[in-house]
């Protein structure tokens, strides 16, 4: 799914404009993770460095930004392979690049001498990724796997040795087992080519039981420069968590090659031990990366009270559908420490929303909203605007609809048709552009009946009108909406 985070993420990194196309020589491994510089152990002796020899290399390919203030946080997703490999007796590093230079990243990884180099690819990240895999090819046996290589793996099958889909916890353990065999086709869920030909293995099935899951591994990630980041620009040093995986429903735009259709569950005294690290490492706030934190309301009630009876010195947030929670549920979070919830409602249309798929209403939208504030938790809410089947009555409708909900925060986007969705595959023949990736943040992607102007304006419009009222000028918020639609409508 597209949560919160990875949303707000492609809205704040301006995806490259060309994805230069790389193949690798050699064998090779990559999956990413985030390094600190003071983490990177350089034991020089006469000048020379010491080389320390691992099983594997997990790279994260994130690069802080230069300028302004972003959402950025490690990689859950290594952490989790780090922590399943030492538990099956492998050495492991994950390498943070998110604080680093390219030359210290690739330092570090000749003087580990790995076997295997795991590099973590999503769509805004494609361009670190397979640059960073260019320069580290015939050094190891290469794997990529994340969202983006999940979603397309043959996409990647010229420029990595394999590609890992789905989770990736026996999937990176599987394959330092066929290390010397190099039997790949028999681990589920890799994708290679072998003398030009495709190969693809079994598909990877998940378990619904999240029980036997080793907390991720947080020892290699630059815990201190991400405080020191996240105080600087947002107040709340924050990391994420993940409590559950998968999503059941069916959202036509929404990417879910990694965990797919299949929900499960952390045991709730694991999620509580794993909050207990991450306020002993310093961090103040949690940013709760699943799908759908509430969705079984029980067991979302169980730790919710876990959390408030373990009196942690945190807050933390997470993602919701407007289906699913009621007040009490909202008030119980509240005192366990919940400070915002981000609703997915993407369109105040009924019409837009059948066409999404979404199996919700404005109503319900704005119930589950009203109950989330009284209870005391801030509420933001996710719009899309130009999806399929928008008209300029239903654009109206809905920039007027979430200008007039008390969120917080609300985020406005054009459509993204990412690869993957049932949305993509809607939209592929008339699209704009020959790579998603390629596109900047806001940008009209396929042919329909607005302009990116008229798109634009109607996102202008609502941020101002949600502004107004945020700021308790509902006369003027009024007196804007009536002014600005007649507009909209005559924009082409």
């Not at 790389?22 to 600190?36: A, K």
């Not at 290589?149 to 330092?176: H, K, N, R, W, Y």
């Not at 293995?201 to 990630?221: Q, V």
């Amino acid at each position: 799914m597209v949560g919160a985070f990875a949303r707000r993420r492609i809205a704040a990194w301006r995806p490259r404009a060309q994805r230069t196309r790389l193949r690798l020589g050699g064998p090779g491994l990559h999956l990413c993770r985030p390094v600190r510089r003071r983490d990177i152990p350089h034991q020089r002796q006469g000048g020379a460095m010491t080389k320390q020899q691992v099983d594997a290399v997990l790279v994260y390919p994130q690069r802080a930004p230069k300028q302004g203030r972003h959402w950025i946080m490690p990689s859950l997703g290594l952490m989790y392979l780090s922590a399943s490999l030492r538990r099956a007796g492998y050495t492991v590093r994950h390498i943070d690049h998110t604080f680093l230079e390219r030359r210290e990243v690739l330092e570090e990884i000749e003087r580990l001498q790995p076997s295997v180099i795991g590099i973590y690819c999503m769509i805004t990240m494609q361009d670190e990724a397979l640059s960073l895999a260019a320069q580290v090819r015939g050094k190891a046996l290469t794997v990529v796997g994340g969202p983006y290589p999940s979603g397309e793996p043959e996409t990647f099958v010229d420029d990595f040795d394999l590609v890992a889909v789905g989770e990736g916890e026996q999937t990176i353990v599987s394959i330092m087992q066929h290390l010397d065999d190099r039997r790949f086709e028999e681990i589920p869920g890799v994708v290679f080519k072998r003398e030009g030909e495709v190969i693809k293995s079994t598909a990877l099935h998940r378990s619904k039981d999240m029980s036997d899951l080793p907390l991720p591994y947080r020892g290699d990630i630059p815990n201190d420069e991400y405080i020191r980041y996240w105080r600087k620009h947002w107040k709340d040093a924050t990391t994420p968590l993940m409590s559950t995986r998968g999503c059941p429903f069916r959202c036509d735009f929404c990417h879910k090659s990694v965990f797919g259709d299949l929900f499960s569950a952390r045991p709730v005294e694991s999620v509580v031990e794993e909050m207990r690290e991450i306020a002993e490492l310093g961090y103040d706030h949690i940013w709760m990366s699943d799908d759908l934190f509430t969705l079984n309301y029980k067991r979302t009630f169980e730790l919710a009270k876990a959390i408030e009876d373990a009196r942690l010195p945190l807050t933390w947030e997470c993602l919701s559908r407007v289906t699913h929670v009621d007040q009490h549920l909202f008030e119980q979070m509240h005192r366990a420490g919940c400070k915002r919830i981000f609703f997915g409602i993407e369109s105040g249309d009924e019409r837009v929303l059948k066409e999404m798929k979404k199996g919700i209403t404005p109503d319900q939208a704005r119930a589950a909203v009203e109950a989330c504030v009284a209870s005391g938790i801030k509420a933001a809410g996710f719009f899309m605007v130009g999806y399929i089947g928008e008209t300029t009555d239903s654009l109206i409708r809905s920039i007027n609809f979430s200008s007039s909900l008390p969120l917080d925060y609300v985020s406005y986007t054009i459509a993204y048709p990412l690869p993957g969705t049932g949305f993509y595959d809607r939209v592929r023949e008339r699209r704009l552009h020959g790579e998603w990736h390629k596109v900047r943040h806001n940008r009209l992607l396929f042919n329909t009946d607005f302009s990116e102007h008229k798109l634009r304006a109607a996102i202008l419009k609502g941020a101002i009108q949600h502004r107004l009222n945020r700021m308790h000028m509902r006369p003027a918020a009024r007196a804007f909406q009536l002014a600005t639609d007649p507009v909209l409508r005559v924009l082409k």
